[in-house]
């Protein structure tokens, strides 16, 4: 996904700036059907998209992740990030206890969010 799509589609509120409550879910002990039964439930109540910041192979990037009622996820990276951007997502990783060399799926850091409102203000105010 292009960081232009990307701003217009927080902007129109088709993609979330929270962590998804997905992550929070596991583990989670699944040993009956109920068990899987409820967890579906709970996976169904949090279906859209959510942007995180993805760290793999020493490189942190945008993610937009989508969740469908099934919990199944689908990952779209975000391109055409401005290079100021990559400096605050890697700022970001250090603040949520991670970092570049350690590969998983982390918060949006209130700077990587301060700064994509701030873009999306840009676009509103040119329109």
């Known amino acids: 996904m292009k960081y232009r799509n990307l701003l217009e589609e927080i902007k129109e509120g088709k993609i979330s700036l929270s962590f998804p409550p997905h992550y929070r879910l596991f583990p989670q002990e699944i040993s009956t059907p109920k068990d899987f039964d409820l967890l579906k439930e709970k996976l169904r109540a949090y279906e859209g998209k959510y942007l995180v910041v993805d760290v793999w192979n020493f490189r942190a990037t945008l993610s937009v992740r989508t969740f469908d009622e099934t919990g199944s996820e689908t990952s779209e990276t975000v391109v055409d990030m401005p290079p100021e951007l990559q400096e605050i997502l890697e700022a970001g990783v250090y603040e949520a206890g991670g970092a570049p060399n350690v590969s998983g799926i982390y918060p949006l850091s209130r700077k990587v969010v301060l700064r994509l409102v701030q ?9």
């Open 119 to 127: 873009e999306i203000e840009k676009i509103r105010k040119s329109c």
